[in-house]
């Protein structure tokens, strides 16, 4: 919370501001600092004064609001606004984190997410590629990848995508299951029913995909 110091002399009925600390923005935070700005313009009572310097601190904490931030907090912020549904600002959120932090995979990894849950299929897969390029020996964006181009209708590209899931995580049943529906779908029925069998002898379960 920013804490700020007010002295008022009654003589002159001006009031100045000893310190002004500015900490990693919230909106309780935010609110406070312009209501504590308010307070001081209000008391000021010479008119250029006031419109010069208020102009300029109101500027300066929306400077901070806009331009700062951890960017794990930013990062859980966003998560939450996914889990709620709110994929377009979520999507908005993993991006403050992507521009704060590029190599950071899982801002990528769940942005691709919010992208694909808004019917963005191409981005997403772009989003994927990239959480690959920085994570790849991690099996969520591969199959996550590979249910995007299934979606998009590039089911090569997508089962191609459930074998590099397979080859990371063997027991991850759900990319042998629609492994095998796209090689249904491709009229590849025999090689379909190996791929669940193959799931039985590799004793897959879930596996724990995050959506």
């Not at 004064?49 to 400077?63: I, R, Y």
Request: glycine share 6%; with cysteine; proline share 3%.
């Amino acid at each position: 919370m920013a804490i700020v110091k007010l002295k008022s002399t009654t003589k002159s009925n001006t009031i100045s501001v000893y310190t002004i600390l500015l900490s990693p923005l919230t909106l309780h935070s935010l609110l406070w600092k312009i209501h504590c700005l308010i307070l001081w313009r209000d008391a000021m009572r010479i008119q250029k004064v006031t419109v010069t310097v208020f102009s300029f601190l109101l500027l300066f904490v929306f400077a901070g609001c806009s331009g700062s931030g951890d960017p794990e907090t930013l990062f859980k912020e966003a998560r939450a606004l996914f889990d709620q549904g709110k994929y377009s600002e979520a999507a908005k959120g993993f991006d403050q984190v992507i521009k704060l932090t590029p190599k950071r995979a899982d801002a990528h990894f769940f942005k691709g997410n919010a992208l694909s849950a808004l019917g963005k299929k191409e981005e997403a897969v772009q989003e994927y590629d990239a959480a690959i390029a920085l994570a790849p020996d991690v099996y969520q964006p591969y199959y996550n990848k590979g249910n995007a181009l299934a979606g998009l209708g590039r089911y090569e590209e997508a089962i191609a995508c459930y074998d590099k899931t397979i080859s990371i995580n063997p027991k991850h049943l759900k990319s042998y299951m629609n492994k095998s529906a796209l090689l249904r779908t491709l009229g590849h029925n025999t090689e379909a029913e190996s791929v669940l069998a193959k799931a039985k002898e590799a004793g897959a379960t879930n596996g724990g995909a995050v959506k």
